[in-house]
């Protein structure tokens, strides 16, 4: 086991292609000053960008008793720096780690929200909704402040674990004025949806924040959205990707229709004292 930066180039050596789009956050966590990596060059990546950040853990396979007791003992020692730690993983492969884990720290664990990884290789356009995406301009401040704190407020998770308050929200909104990485949805002189580019690396664009105004939900104004954002990263040779809640079948039907294609699967849990 070695322990390691976010400067080492682990992902592109041990990762295939579809384990890259899984594991995307990889790529953010390995920019953080304080990113944690731990590896056995072959078989397991555990990633962390802080203390307080989810750790994100890649198993090739259901691990051996000597992997297992090392990835345990990793694990074991984020707890020491946060007992409320979420983790992500696949769960057939974690979750005999989770109960060791679980059953030496006397933590419990609970499933936060099984996701599903999707990419998109080749945009589709299937219906016409009327409007057009547009830029975020100092107009849209109030709205897309309303937007994020609403998003947060109604979602069961946020993948970074972003808390929100008037102060972060009006500072979102100023930061995406004229931003190239947060689009917006308007029809009719209304804006209705909201959708960011989280994180860009030179193969890859993660999409989130994806969110439309309740009443004019079921539209397909999100949909439509995400596809034209996905249009310009595959001229840009990016491949877009994004997580979507394994227990929202409408979402997963909109990107579905869009072009996404499910590339596998991953649960976040979270530990806390109580038992689940």
């Given at each position: 086991?070695r322990i390691i930066d976010g400067t080492e180039e682990i992902l592109e050596k041990?990762?295939?292609?579809?384990?890259?789009?899984?594991?995307?956050?990889?790529?953010?966590?390995?920019?953080?000053?304080?990113?944690?990596?731990?590896?056995?060059?072959?078989?397991?990546?555990?990633?962390?960008?802080?203390?307080?950040?989810?750790?994100?853990?890649?198993?090739?396979?259901?691990?051996?008793?000597?992997?297992?007791?090392?990835?345990?003992?990793?694990?074991?020692?984020?707890?020491?720096?946060?007992?409320?730690?979420?983790?992500?993983?696949?769960?057939?492969?974690?979750?005999?780690?989770?109960?060791?884990?679980?059953?030496?720290?006397?933590?419990?664990?609970?499933?936060?929200?099984?996701?599903?990884?999707?990419?998109c290789n080749q945009a589709i356009s299937r219906y016409k909704i009327s409007g057009?995406?547009?830029?975020?301009?100092?107009?849209?401040?109030?709205?897309?402040?309303?937007?994020?704190?609403?998003?947060?407020?109604?979602?069961?998770?946020?993948?970074?674990?972003?808390?929100?308050?008037?102060?972060?929200?009006?500072?979102?909104?100023?930061?995406?004025?004229?931003?190239?990485?947060?689009?917006?949805?308007?029809?009719?002189?209304?804006?209705?949806?909201?959708?960011?580019?989280?994180?860009?690396?030179?193969?890859?664009?993660?999409?989130?924040?994806?969110?439309?105004?309740?009443?004019?939900?079921?539209?397909?104004?999100?949909?439509?959205?995400?596809?034209?954002?996905?249009?310009?990263?595959?001229?840009?040779?990016?491949?877009?990707?994004?997580?979507?809640?394994?227990?929202?079948?409408?979402?997963?039907?909109?990107?579905?229709?869009?072009?996404?294609?499910?590339?596998?699967?991953?649960?976040?849990?979270?530990?806390?004292?109580?038992?689940?």
């Amino acid at each position: 086991m070695r322990i390691i930066d976010g400067t080492e180039e682990i992902l592109e050596k041990i990762l295939d292609k579809k384990d890259r789009i899984i594991y995307n956050l990889f790529y953010l966590i390995r920019e953080g000053d304080s990113a944690f990596f731990a590896t056995d060059d072959s078989t397991y990546i555990i990633g962390q960008g802080n203390e307080s950040a989810p750790l994100w853990m890649w198993l090739k396979q259901i691990p051996d008793e000597n992997v297992e007791n090392e990835i345990c003992d990793i694990i074991k020692s984020r707890l020491v720096l946060n007992q409320y730690l979420q983790l992500n993983a696949y769960d057939k492969y974690a979750r005999k780690i989770l109960d060791r884990v679980s059953k030496k720290t006397g933590l419990g664990y609970c499933v936060s929200v099984p996701m599903i990884a999707y990419a998109c290789n080749q945009a589709i356009s299937r219906y016409k909704i009327s409007g057009q995406i547009v830029t975020p301009k100092e107009e849209h401040k109030e709205i897309m402040a309303r937007f994020i704190t609403e998003f947060i407020t109604e979602i069961t998770y946020d993948t970074e674990k972003t808390a929100i308050n008037e102060s972060k929200a009006n500072g979102f909104a100023n930061a995406m004025v004229n931003s190239n990485n947060l689009f917006l949805w308007e029809d009719d002189g209304k804006i209705v949806s909201m959708a960011r580019i989280a994180h860009k690396t030179g193969e890859y664009a993660r999409i989130n924040t994806v969110f439309t105004e309740r009443e004019q939900r079921g539209k397909g104004y999100a949909g439509m959205l995400v596809g034209k954002m996905s249009e310009k990263l595959l001229e840009e040779n990016r491949i877009p990707m994004l997580y979507a809640d394994a227990r929202n079948p409408a979402s997963n039907a909109a990107y579905q229709k869009i072009g996404f294609v499910k590339y596998g699967e991953v649960t976040e849990y979270v530990f806390s004292e109580n038992r689940c």
